[in-house]
């Protein structure tokens, strides 16, 4: 079973920057693909980011340019580096990793952008 735990959220001033980290209980390398998603009460879970095991990235155009996925050397962590936030990026992001067309996902982490 593959478990994911999400950290890094919290409280932050629009511009301001945040990192969440994912981490995996099994190699990432493991995973077809792994990415960030978030949702907000009452509206869909949406796509964030993705990276492919080949390092190759994706990124949903309301984040494009302020987000950057990427993963630790040890195979096991990935991060979200985000960056001038909006109020429009507060929500649950959560992590996830598919392998043999199984998805699993992490707890959530909060993130709340606000003056």
């Known amino acids: 079973q593959v478990q994911l735990v999400e950290s890094g959220g919290g409280l932050v001033q629009p511009g301001g920057s945040l990192r969440l980290s994912c981490a995996a209980s099994?190699?990432?390398?493991?995973?077809?693909?792994m990415g960030w998603y978030r949702q907000v009460p009452g509206k869909q879970r949406e796509l964030v980011a993705t990276?492919?095991?080949?390092?190759?990235?994706n990124y949903a155009d309301s984040v494009k340019g302020r987000f950057i996925i990427s993963r630790d050397f040890d195979g096991k962590t990935v991060y979200l580096q985000m960056n001038s936030l909006k109020p429009e990026d507060t929500a649950v992001y959560y992590c996830n990793a598919r392998r043999n067309n199984i998805d699993y996902w992490g707890q959530g982490t909060q993130v709340t952008v606000s003056s």
């Open positions: 990276i492919v095991s080949s390092g190759r990235t």
């Open positions: 099994e190699s990432i390398f493991s995973m077809y693909i």
